[in-house]
Nanobody, 123 residues
Framework: VQLVESGGGLVQAGGSLKLSCAAS????????MGWYRQAPGKAREMVAD???????NYADSVKGRFTISRDSAKNTVYLQMNNLKPEDTAAYYC??????????????????WGQGTLVTVSS
């Protein structure tokens, strides 16, 4: 499974960006797609995710500002980021939890990561 991200860049505080992540490859289902981020010197943290049942989760720091959406037909997840703050500056990584159905072993679950896209918010 390959995850291809796009949409990062440089924006002023208060501005907006939209990230996209498209999954390709062979799989039975994508149970969850979402975004994590990692700022310099900090641990990677979950930003938002969207599950196969339609439920979503957000980090407290982005609630009310970021919106995650998913186009299941295109195996693509989006992250609309509004009212960006300098503390949102980080490398953003797409994540997908994928189910592969095999004949011998049944359903197997794999986690995949994108290569990362940089978001820089200037003050």
């Amino acid at each position: 499974v390959q995850l291809v991200e796009s949409g990062g860049g440089l924006v002023q505080a208060g501005g907006s960006l939209k990230l996209s992540c498209a999954a390709s490859g062979t799989f039975f289902a994508i149970n969850v797609m979402g975004w994590y981020r990692q700022a310099p010197g900090k641990a990677r943290e979950m930003v938002a995710d969207n599950r196969i049942d339609g439920s979503t989760n957000y980090a407290d720091s982005v609630k009310g500002r970021f919106t995650i959406s998913r186009d299941s037909a295109k195996n693509t997840v989006y992250l609309q980021m509004n009212n960006l703050k300098p503390e949102d500056t980080a490398a953003y990584y797409c994540h997908a939890g994928v189910v592969v159905r095999t004949f011998m072993e049944g359903d197997r679950y794999f986690e995949h990561w994108g290569q990362g896209t940089l978001v820089t918010v200037s003050s």
